[in-house]
Structures are given as structure tokens and as C-alpha cells.
């Protein structure tokens, strides 16, 4: 009997220490505006693809200090899925706030935002860079203090003529585009789950430009 005793407490210590282990947390961050004026602009596409995980798997986002979360488990990874309430230009607040409070380590860090310089649906996922000229990245940066930091943005059109630029991002989907948003955030929620399942180069090699 002492045997099997020994092998199911090694099991549980075994389970306690991934539930424990912060190299198996993530913070997935999806950058948008709060409250129904901004609900479904191309500017909240980081809110809509978390929406789009949670309706999949049943779950509900709850009020919480600077934002909105939930947690999404797979495959022994715990998932914070995480939409900011501090308005788009003061995104990295509370991305730095629940990194610290989680403890979850930089690199388990996934900020999903939209590209203006990317045509309609494109992916792109990069360890690093530039802010692109978005606030809610360059506040990011800020708070991070660093451009070192994992992001997927996601395209929302870069043909938009002579239209204002604020309109544009602060508008909302064309019918043609609102036909293909389906797809494309379930493409979208592929690449959160890839993110932390596979890591950051896998899934650059598999989904960019897709």
C-alpha cells in the first residue's frame, strides 16, 4: 500500500506545482474602449476576438481592477484573458498591473490590437517592435518599459482613402467586412491558443499573413 500512497502524493505535488509554475500563465490582452458607443468598431477588434473565445468556451468576463477577465484553461495552461477598462490610451496600466499581480512572466505576455497598416483580416504576430503610431501600444511600451513584448495585430484595412483616420479606426465594420469577421476570429482564437500551447515562433511561422 505504502507504494501506491507514494505515488498519488507525488501525483498532487506533482499538479500543484504546474497550477503553480508561471511559466504555464499567460496574460492575453485585448486591447478596445469600454461601453456600447465603441462595442463594435474596428478600433475594438482586441475585445471582439476575446469575446469570440469566451462565447466558444463558455465562459463570462467579470468586472475585476482595471478591466474585465476571465481564465481559460488548456492543456495545463491557465489562460487571463484580459480586456481593459482604462480606455485604449491608458492600455498599459493595467496590463502592467495584472502582470504583477499574476506574476506571469514577459514572455507569457500576448497584447492583441488592430493594424491600420494591414489590409482587412491579416495576421500578424511579432516578439517585439514599434508602437505603429497605436496609443494603446505606446502606453504599453511605456509602462513596460520595453518594446520587447509579444503582440498580435490584427488588420482592419489599410486602403481607407481620404476618410479621417479617427473616424475610420472609431467606425464600424463594413457589411462585406462583418461577413467575414466570423472566420477570421476564429482564425484569431487559433492563434491565442497556438501562442500558449506552442510558443511565439511556431506561431508566427504558422499564421502570419494568413
Known amino acids: 500500500m505504502l507504494p501506491f500512497f507514494g505515488r498519488l502524493l507525488s501525483k498532487k505535488k506533482s499538479s500543484s506545482l504546474e497550477e503553480n509554475d ?7 490582452v485585448g486591447l478596445g474602449n469600454i461601453g456600447p458607443k465603441y462595442e463594435n468598431t ?6 471582439k476576438i476575446l469575446d469570440r473565445l469566451a462565447y466558444n468556451e463558455d465562459l463570462a ?3 475585476a481592477k482595471l478591466g474585465d477577465i476571465t481564465t481559460y484553461k488548456i492543456k495545463g495552461r491557465s489562460l487571463l484573458l484580459l480586456k481593459p477598462s482604462t480606455y485604449m490610451n491608458l492600455s498599459g496600466k493595467a496590463i502592467l498591473y495584472w502582470l504583477q499581480k499574476e506574476k506571469i512572466p514577459l514572455e507569457n505576455l ?8 494591414l489590409p482587412f483580416g491579416t495576421i500578424r504576430v511579432k516578439s517585439k ?5 497605436h496609443n494603446g501600444l505606446k502606453d504599453t511600451q511605456l509602462q513596460l ?7 498580435f495585430r490584427f488588420g482592419i484595412d489599410n486602403e481607407f482613402g481620404r476618410r479621417n483616420q479617427v473616424d475610420f479606426v472609431l467606425g ?10 466570423p472566420e477570421r476570429l476564429d482564425k484569431s482564437v487559433e492563434v491565442i491558443k497556438s501562442f500558449a500551447l506552442a510558443g511565439i515562433t511556431t506561431t508566427m511561422n504558422t499564421f502570419n499573413g494568413k
Request: charged content about 30%; hydrophobic content about 30%; overall charge negative.
Open 22 to 28: 508561471p511559466m504555464k500563465k499567460f496574460l492575453i
Open 42 to 47: 474596428r478600433h475594438n477588434i482586441g475585445f
Open 61 to 63: 468576463f467579470e468586472p
Open 110 to 117: 500576448l497584447v492583441i490590437t488592430d493594424d491600420l497598416n
Open 129 to 133: 517592435g514599434s508602437d505603429g503610431g
Open 145 to 151: 518599459g520595453t518594446t520587447a513584448y509579444n503582440r
Open 172 to 181: 464600424e465594420w463594413e457589411p462585406e467586412e462583418e461577413n467575414q469577421l
